[in-house]
């Protein structure tokens, strides 16, 4: 028996940053087209152990890391691996330069 594939994929965006004062920005933006929705959350954090502050910003930065993915699916760990290292890198990228100055 085929199994029916969708071409409809849900997209989500991630991009951490470091800020001039020394917090992480962190954003995530998730577009859903089966209810054409999108979901864009962004957060200001002095560190990852701490509460997050809302970020009223509306833009996106260009370096992020992406996947889409087929709705209502469980999302195997292989897929998520490269976003994560994508995203650690930006983090230590940031921290580097921060500590250079």
């Not at 997050?52 to 760990?77: G, N, Y």
Request: with cysteine; proline share 5%.
């Amino acid at each position: 028996m085929a199994t029916r594939t969708s071409s409809i994929r849900n997209d989500y965006r991630c991009s951490i940053e470091l800020n001039q004062a020394g917090k992480y920005c962190v954003r995530v933006q998730v577009h859903y087209p089966r209810h054409a929705w999108k979901l864009s959350v962004f957060f200001l954090a002095a560190s990852f152990d701490r509460g997050l502050k809302l970020d009223r910003r509306t833009e996106f930065p260009r370096k992020s890391t992406s996947v889409s993915l087929a709705p209502e699916r469980q999302v195997p760990a292989f897929v998520l691996g490269p976003m994560r290292r994508g995203l650690a890198e930006s983090v230590e990228v940031a921290r580097s330069v921060a500590a250079g100055d």
